[in-house]
């Protein structure tokens, strides 16, 4: 049975291509690149930069997820976020995803021209958006995070790491269909670095990779990030940990096995060499 993901206008067939999501982050302090992309005019030439690499989808944010990071207001993200939004709904071709776990974010980026919703809560911060996914018809990313970013790297602890991750997905995935939401508008994100432990011999995100095969049994699509994220850094780094500008080479090894093991997308920072690698491993996998 061929898998169609719908996003805007667009028809992807998760067979024969793995999507690549750009991440666009319009903050001051986002962990990777926080400032860069702060104005309108910057963040709307990057938008376009990342359609000419290759992206399939543009995932815009307006607050840090960072580890230890605060939670700003639904109106500071709207004022970083939707004038941003409005001009690159008219500059680019490609669907155009919102980061947010706000109902009146996610409400008033779907009103602007936003295609899907990225929420790193999966509805458990504000169970309205799952309304807003309903009555528009779009997709909607649900998300495993152990706690808040401003908690989540503080001790966490699993027993199963897989099996914990899978069963609050199912979860998720249950409530949105409650309340409406098409079971096709449904992709799944285990959440690499978001509440995982990393570090001292200790590294939950490369179990998730390496057994990211049984997520599968969820039947969604798999969306996973591993972009620069903190694990890279420690296991790239061996005795001290790689600065986040060294870290390409092992965010795109690890995209590798993600999708080697089933992720369907892969949300990265660096579009030109991921798309790269993509189209590799895709004639590999996707051909077979």
Same mark, same amino acid.
């Given at each position: 049975?061929?898998?169609?993901?719908?996003?805007?206008?667009?028809?992807?067939?998760?067979?024969?291509?793995?999507?690549?999501?750009?991440?666009?982050?319009?903050?001051?302090?986002?962990?990777?690149?926080?400032?860069?992309?702060?104005?309108?005019?910057?963040?709307?030439?990057?938008?376009?930069? #990342?359609?000419?690499?290759?992206?399939?989808?543009?995932?815009?944010?307006?607050?840090?997820?960072?580890?230890?990071?605060?939670?700003?207001?639904?109106?500071?993200?709207?004022?970083?976020?939707?004038?941003?939004?409005?001009?690159? $709904? +008219?500059?680019?071709?490609?669907?155009?995803?919102?980061?947010?776990?706000?109902? +009146?974010?996610?409400? +008033?980026?779907?009103?602007?021209?936003?295609?899907?919703?990225?929420?790193?809560?999966?509805?458990?911060?504000?169970?309205?958006?799952?309304?807003?996914?309903?009555?528009?018809?779009?997709?909607?990313?649900?998300?495993?995070?152990?706690?808040?970013?401003?908690? #989540?790297?503080?001790?966490?602890?699993?027993?199963?790491? $897989?099996?914990?991750?899978?069963?609050?997905?199912?979860?998720?995935?249950?409530?949105?269909?409650?309340?409406?939401?098409?079971?096709?508008?449904?992709?799944?994100?285990?959440?690499?670095?978001?509440?995982?432990?990393?570090?001292?011999?200790?590294?939950?995100?490369?179990?998730?990779?390496?057994?990211?095969?049984?997520?599968?049994?969820?039947?969604?699509?798999?969306?996973?990030?591993?972009?620069?994220?903190?694990?890279?850094?420690?296991?790239?780094?061996?005795?001290?940990?790689?600065?986040?500008?060294?870290?390409?080479?092992?965010?795109?090894?690890?995209?590798?096995?993600?999708?080697?093991?089933?992720?369907?997308? $892969?949300? #990265?920072?660096?579009?030109?060499?991921?798309?790269?690698?993509?189209?590799?491993?895709?004639?590999?996998? +996707?051909?077979?």
């Amino acid at each position: 049975m061929t898998r169609i993901l719908k996003i805007g206008d667009e028809k992807f067939d998760l067979d024969k291509k793995t999507l690549l999501m750009g991440i666009l982050n319009v903050t001051p302090d986002s962990f990777s690149d926080g400032g860069r992309f702060f104005s309108i005019e910057k963040a709307v030439s990057r938008a376009i930069e #990342m359609e000419k690499q290759g992206a399939d989808i543009i995932d815009i944010g307006g607050e840090s997820s960072r580890p230890g990071s605060l939670p700003v207001s639904a109106e500071e993200e709207i004022r970083r976020v939707i004038p941003v939004l409005e001009k690159i $709904v +008219k500059k680019v071709s490609i669907p155009i995803s919102i980061d947010t776990h706000k109902y +009146k974010v996610a409400k +008033k980026a779907l009103e602007t021209g936003a295609d899907m919703i990225n929420d790193i809560s999966a509805l458990r911060n504000d169970e309205k958006i799952a309304d807003l996914v309903s009555n528009y018809d779009v997709p909607i990313c649900l998300m495993h995070m152990k706690g808040t970013p401003r908690d #989540m790297q503080k001790k966490p602890f699993y027993k199963d790491v $897989v099996m914990e991750i899978k069963n609050f997905l199912n979860k998720q995935i249950n409530y949105a269909i409650s309340k409406g939401v098409k079971k096709d508008n449904i992709i799944i994100d285990p959440g690499i670095g978001f509440g995982k432990k990393t570090g001292a011999g200790i590294e939950d995100n490369c179990e998730i990779l390496r057994r990211l095969k049984e997520f599968k049994e969820l039947g969604q699509p798999i969306l996973i990030g591993v972009s620069r994220k903190t694990f890279i850094g420690n296991i790239c780094g061996k005795e001290k940990q790689l600065p986040m500008d060294q870290r390409l080479e092992g965010s795109l090894a690890a995209m590798c096995i993600a999708v080697m093991n089933g992720a369907d997308i $892969v949300r #990265m920072h660096d579009v030109l060499e991921s798309k790269r690698c993509l189209r590799l491993i895709d004639e590999v996998i +996707k051909k077979a």
